[in-house]
């Protein structure tokens, strides 16, 4: 499973306002963090706002507060936002489908056996999100920082 | 999403669990716990776990947690040496909570108890094995600093 740089981007700002829960945050603060443009870091944010991740604040400077469980939301709810997770199992079936048609039955056995490989990777991957909530994250942070 | 909520006994329970080595008689209360998370009732599994992990055997570890008389939590390890080609290292493979007491440290406490027991025993490394899809002690085991070991299980159907 490899993740889009907004699906990064969205766990660095769902980190952020994990972090700091009862803050309002800037979009241009995070951008800035993250090297980002604040137009492409406000659709992401309002990806996060519509699932209730977080809300956008009103009032002078604006911004947005985190409005989820840090205990309970996962790096895998943020992902699902963002990914087609089952994209790597279809891909195969297209790669071998196609192979089938174009190259015939020897290619598209190797191709499916190579699909079988790369889900067993994508399954690992998936658990690893799912089983990995922003609180363990930011605990994960913490400890990194020393 | 992980969706637990904490129950109101939970909530309620201000005293704090003790965390002592399983006894004879709390089998049955270890078996109902297991089975209410399992949906398996495994006496006679449990029953051999006591034999070979009660009593405060060397090396093994069956550990309850006691709440004036109610278990509501047990957990099961050992120190294996050389075991998949590692150094000395704890393992922990049965760790469960009653449902209605989860969400109040009970785990946590067990598992640091466990750790303890390890760490005197000169081990520096815990270990488990999970099912992938077990989120629910998976999230767990990552609340409390685990990460993925270097080790991939393998299996093959022996048909």
């Known amino acids: ?146 | 999403m992980i969706s637990l909520k904490k129950p109101a006994a939970a909530r309620a329970a201000a005293v704090a669990a003790r965390i002592r080595g399983v006894q004879a008689a709390d089998l049955e209360q270890v078996v109902d716990i297991d089975a209410g998370i399992t949906g398996l009732r495994k006496a006679a599994y449990w029953g051999e776990i006591l034999r070979r992990y009660g009593g405060g055997r060397q090396q093994r570890f069956f550990l309850v947690a006691d709440r004036g008389g109610r278990i509501e939590g047990y957990v099961v390890g050992d120190v294996r040496d050389w075991e998949f080609g590692s150094p000395p290292c704890g393992w922990v493979f049965g760790i469960g909570v009653r449902p209605d007491a989860r969400i109040g440290g009970i785990a946590t406490q067990l598992l640091d108890a466990i750790c303890d027991g390890f760490r005197r025993l000169g081990v520096d490394k815990v270990r488990t094995l999970l099912a992938r899809d077990n989120q629910l002690v998976l999230s767990f085991f990552r609340s409390q600093g685990m990460m993925a070991a270097p080790f991939i299980p393998l299996e093959k159907d022996l048909g």
């Open chain 1, 1 to 146: 499973m490899k993740l889009q740089k907004n699906t990064l981007l969205a766990l660095c700002s769902a980190l952020e306002f994990a972090a700091r829960p009862g803050t309002q945050l800037s979009a241009a603060e995070i951008a800035d963090k993250y090297r980002m443009s604040p137009h492409h870091l406000a659709k992401v944010l309002r990806t996060l706002g519509r699932a209730g991740l977080v809300r956008a604040a009103r009032g002078a400077g604006g911004g947005y507060r985190f409005a989820g469980n840090p205990r309970r939301v996962t790096l895998m709810d943020v992902i699902e936002l963002f990914e087609d997770i089952s994209a790597p199992k279809s891909a195969a079936r297209r790669a071998g489908r196609r192979a089938k048609a174009e190259a015939g039955a020897a290619a598209f056995e190797v191709e499916d056996a190579l699909g079988v490989v790369l889900s067993e990777i994508d399954e690992i991957a998936k658990a690893t999100f799912r089983s990995i909530t922003l609180e363990t994250m930011l605990k994960l942070v913490a400890r990194r920082r020393g």
